[in-house]
C-alpha cells in the first residue's frame, strides 16, 4: 500500500486499539492508525498495520 492509498473503512470497523479496545482513525498523512484514547499511533508498514504497543508512537 502506497501513502497516497486509503484504508480500507472495513478494517478500521474490525481493528480496534491493543491498548484501550477503543476506536482507531486513519492518519493519511502520517499513515497510521491513531487511537485518541490512548493517545498512541500505530505505524502502517508495507500495507500491514503494526499494532503493537511497543512499536506505537505516544501522541499529544
Do not use: W
Not at 1 to 27: A, F, R
Not at 31 to 60: C, Q, T, W, Y
Request: net charge neutral; with cysteine.
Amino acid at each position: 500500500m502506497s501513502n497516497d492509498q486509503q484504508v480500507d473503512p472495513k478494517l478500521l470497523e474490525i481493528l480496534v486499539c491493543p491498548v484501550s479496545h477503543g476506536p482507531l482513525t486513519y492518519d493519511r498523512e502520517k499513515h497510521e492508525l491513531v487511537s485518541k484514547k490512548a493517545k498512541l499511533a500505530f505505524p502502517i508498514r508495507n500495507g500491514i498495520p503494526i499494532m503493537l504497543a511497543d512499536e506505537a508512537r505516544s501522541i499529544g
